[in-house]
């Protein structure tokens, strides 16, 4: 009796040590940074990626995506994803920029969170990413004077001038005639 | 009298037709070169030098790993491109403070006769800087030999990621009074996986009783440091909101490096334990602390 208590209090020990040695890994990636901001003009919309990755672990992950800053011109197309056990996830994030939006820039931050089961400790401790960038603003450049299609329409004028006037004094000829 | 006219008119139509329209079309009748025989037919090594054109590069870090980046160059000699060098295309990426990248850029194909493609390959490792990146890449031709260079920008990505262990934390019976009470299963490790730059932040949430769950041990009784045997003087936790933990860093690096790079320890320590009933105080009701870079 006193071996089996021994055994189960052995067994529950190496449980609860194994439960604590239990590591969280991911992370959230983008391209933009405070230092890179995403480049936009008014009126325009435009698709970046957010990438999701869930390495050094067996067991895939849900995260879930909160916009802290610039949901008015933001939009996700879910709020939550699965990425399997050491694997990455590219998340569409897509950006519409109305063409009286008033601003020159809109900083944009997003939070990340993936939820954490109870470890067996007193405190459990979670994870949470979060990814801040800015959107500059500018209003699209119009195509310059004198620009190559500017310059075949006027090829296209000219041609079909020299065609009218060929006819009108072939036309005046005749009646000449 | 009729004649002349027609003749006029002909000749007026001729003469603004030559004005728009190109010399190469006009070719066909006469049977002379057009400009584009005279470049293919050149088969002396030129005297001119290469022209390089280099679009813009980028890509995310890899977790834990590294990530190959390709971008693909094009190398122009208005001589043709059998003048110009194919083993000499290299690249050079360069950012303050950080490791250069060096390497040849195999010929892939040939896109036009006087321009050939060729491709580069880098890799970059999970905790090098983010942002700009300086991309210089050179070549030579044959006939006229000098180094020629064309440059642009490969832009790396900010990665936000870590790996910590343990994923709990726990104290050893402590009495209701008793002062500077250090966790007994710290520190928790935490590897940067990724290239973000900044502090660690915790969330922490005030402990409940599992017995009685209306009793509880706040938040704010609760301090987390750096650095071991500090962390009792170290910064206090807020119930519900984001702290940054003074004298943290996320300390981008490369982990295998040793010696701590890529690497953080946060102890925690209750410096007064509050006057309330024994019993098991977690955070299984109120939820899971939050640590993050902030």
């Given at each position: 009796?006193?071996?089996?208590?021994?055994?189960?209090?052995?067994?529950?020990?190496?449980?609860?040590?194994?439960?604590?040695?239990?590591?969280?890994?991911?992370?959230?990636?983008?391209?933009?940074?405070?230092?890179?901001?995403?480049?936009?003009?008014?009126?325009?919309?435009?698709?970046?990626?957010?990438?999701?990755?869930?390495?050094?672990?067996?067991?895939?992950?849900?995260?879930?995506?909160?916009?802290?800053?610039?949901s008015?011109?933001?939009?996700?197309?879910?709020?939550?994803?699965?990425?399997?056990?050491?694997?990455?996830?590219?998340?569409?994030?897509?950006?519409?920029?109305p063409?009286?939006?008033?601003?020159?820039?809109?900083?944009?931050?997003?939070?990340?969170?993936?939820?954490?089961?109870?470890?067996?400790?007193?405190?459990?401790l979670?994870?949470?990413?979060?990814?801040?960038f800015?959107?500059?603003?500018?209003?699209?450049?119009?195509?310059?004077?004198?620009s190559?299609?500017?310059?075949g329409i006027?090829?296209?004028?000219?041609?079909?001038?020299?065609?009218?006037?060929?006819?009108?004094?072939?036309?005046?000829?005749?009646?000449?005639? | 009298?009729?004649?002349r006219?027609?003749?006029?008119?002909?000749?007026?139509?001729?003469?603004?037709?030559?004005?728009?329209?190109?010399?190469?079309?006009?070719?066909?009748?006469?049977?002379?070169?057009?400009?584009?025989?005279q470049?293919?037919?050149?088969?002396v090594?030129?005297?001119?030098?290469?022209?390089?054109?280099v679009?813009?590069?980028?890509?995310?870090?890899?977790?834990?790993?590294?990530?190959t980046i390709?971008?693909?160059?094009?190398?122009?000699?208005?001589?043709?491109?059998?003048?110009?060098?194919?083993?000499?295309?290299?690249?050079?990426?360069?950012?303050?403070a950080?490791?250069?990248?060096?390497?040849?850029c195999?010929?892939?194909?040939?896109?036009?006769?006087t321009?050939?493609?060729?491709?580069c390959?880098?890799?970059?490792?999970y905790?090098?800087?983010?942002?700009?990146?300086?991309?210089?890449?050179e070549?030579?031709?044959?006939?006229?030999?000098?180094?020629?260079?064309?440059?642009?920008?490969?832009?790396?990505?900010?990665?936000?990621?870590?790996?910590?262990?343990?994923?709990?934390?726990?104290?050893?019976?402590?009495?209701?009074?008793?002062?500077n009470?250090?966790?007994?299963?710290?520190?928790?490790?935490?590897?940067?996986?990724?290239?973000?730059?900044?502090?660690?932040?915790?969330?922490?949430?005030d402990?409940?009783?599992?017995?009685?769950?209306?009793?509880?041990i706040?938040?704010?009784?609760?301090?987390?440091?750096?650095?071991?045997?500090?962390?009792?003087?170290?910064?206090?936790?807020?119930?519900?909101?984001?702290?940054?933990?003074?004298?943290?860093?996320?300390?981008?690096?490369?982990?295998?490096?040793?010696?701590?790079?890529?690497?953080?320890?946060?102890?925690?320590?209750?410096?007064?334990?509050?006057?309330?009933?024994?019993?098991?105080?977690s955070?299984?009701?109120?939820?899971?602390?939050?640590?993050?870079?902030?």
């Amino acid at each position: 009796m006193r071996k089996v208590n021994l055994l189960l209090f052995a067994s529950l020990s190496l449980l609860a040590v194994m439960l604590l040695g239990i590591v969280s890994s991911a992370g959230v990636g983008s391209l933009y940074t405070k230092d890179n901001p995403l480049k936009m003009t008014y009126g325009q919309t435009k698709t970046i990626d957010l990438l999701l990755t869930n390495k050094g672990v067996s067991e895939g992950k849900t995260f879930e995506i909160e916009i802290k800053q610039g949901s008015d011109i933001l939009s996700i197309e879910k709020t939550s994803y699965f990425v399997n056990a050491e694997s990455e996830l590219n998340v569409p994030l897509t950006f519409f920029v109305p063409e009286d939006y008033g601003k020159p820039s809109q900083a944009i931050e997003l939070s990340v969170k993936s939820g954490t089961p109870d470890q067996g400790g007193m405190v459990t401790l979670g994870t949470a990413w979060t990814t801040t960038f800015n959107v500059e603003l500018s209003v699209a450049e119009e195509m310059p004077e004198g620009s190559d299609a500017e310059g075949g329409i006027l090829i296209y004028v000219l041609i079909i001038a020299i065609i009218i006037l060929t006819l009108i004094v072939l036309f005046v000829m005749k009646r000449k005639k | 009298m009729r004649n002349r006219g027609v003749y006029i008119v002909f000749a007026v139509i001729l003469l603004l037709s030559m004005t728009v329209i190109s010399a190469g079309f006009w070719d066909i009748f006469t049977g002379k070169a057009s400009s584009a025989d005279q470049n293919v037919s050149v088969s002396v090594v030129g005297a001119n030098a290469v022209i390089i054109t280099v679009p813009p590069a980028s890509g995310t870090p890899n977790e834990g790993g590294s990530r190959t980046i390709i971008f693909n160059v094009n190398v122009t000699d208005p001589d043709g491109s059998s003048d110009i060098n194919t083993t000499s295309v290299r690249y050079e990426i360069t950012k303050a403070a950080q490791t250069t990248k060096t390497g040849s850029c195999p010929f892939q194909n040939n896109i036009s006769s006087t321009t050939s493609n060729f491709t580069c390959t880098t890799v970059f490792w999970y905790y090098e800087a983010s942002d700009a990146w300086n991309i210089r890449v050179e070549a030579k031709d044959v006939g006229n030999g000098t180094l020629m260079n064309g440059t642009n920008n490969l832009t790396y990505g900010s990665l936000n990621a870590f790996l910590m262990s343990p994923s709990s934390i726990t104290w050893p019976g402590v009495a209701t009074g008793g002062t500077n009470q250090q966790a007994n299963n710290d520190p928790t490790l935490i590897n940067n996986t990724g290239n973000y730059v900044s502090n660690i932040s915790i969330t922490g949430i005030d402990l409940n009783g599992e017995t009685i769950q209306s009793e509880m041990i706040p938040a704010n009784n609760f301090r987390a440091g750096s650095v071991f045997n500090l962390e009792c003087t170290a910064t206090p936790l807020v119930n519900g909101s984001s702290v940054v933990i003074a004298g943290s860093s996320s300390n981008p690096g490369n982990i295998s490096a040793g010696g701590g790079a890529g690497q953080a320890n946060i102890y925690y320590c209750i410096p007064s334990v509050p006057l309330v009933s024994s019993q098991i105080y977690s955070t299984n009701q109120g939820g899971s602390w939050t640590v993050s870079y902030t």
